[in-house]
C-alpha cells in the first residue's frame, strides 16, 4: 500500500514562496507519474503541476511561470516549489501517485496566502 505524506504548508504573505515536500512510503521510480492538486474552499480539487517518471511536466496556466515540480527518486519524495504566491493560491495541496493500477492520494497540507 502507498503512502503518501505532505509536508511544508504554512501562512505567509502574497510575494512569498513556499516549498511542499511529499514523501512516498516506497520507491517512486515506480510511480508513472506525480502531480500536486489543490482545492480551495467550495471549488472542485484542480491539477497544479504533475511530473512524469521520465520527467516530463506540465503545470495550470494559474501558477505557470512561478511553479515548478521536482522528484528525487533517491529520497523518494516529490517537491512543489511556488514563488509569487497570491491570495488565489490558498488551498488543500494534495500529493498524488498514479501507478498502472491505481491512484494515489495524500491527507494534505494548508496554504493560506495573506494579502
Known amino acids: 500500500q502507498v503512502q503518501l505524506v505532505e509536508f511544508g504548508g504554512a501562512l505567509v504573505q502574497a510575494g512569498g514562496s513556499l516549498r511542499l515536500s511529499c514523501a512516498a512510503s516506497g520507491s517512486i521510480f515506480s510511480f508513472n507519474a506525480m502531480g500536486w492538486y489543490r482545492q480551495a474552499p467550495g471549488k472542485q480539487r484542480e491539477l497544479v503541476a504533475r511530473?512524469?517518471?521520465?520527467?516530463?511536466?506540465n503545470y495550470a496556466d494559474t501558477v505557470k511561470g512561478r511553479t515548478t515540480i521536482s522528484r528525487d527518486n533517491a529520497k523518494n519524495t516529490a517537491f512543489l516549489q511556488m514563488n509569487s504566491l497570491k491570495p488565489e493560491d490558498t488551498a488543500v495541496y494534495y500529493c498524488?501517485?498514479?501507478?498502472?493500477?491505481?491512484?494515489?492520494w495524500g491527507q494534505g497540507t494548508q496554504v493560506t496566502v495573506s494579502s
Open positions: 498524488n501517485a498514479e501507478t498502472w493500477q491505481a491512484a494515489y
Open positions: 511530473i512524469t517518471r521520465g520527467g516530463s511536466t
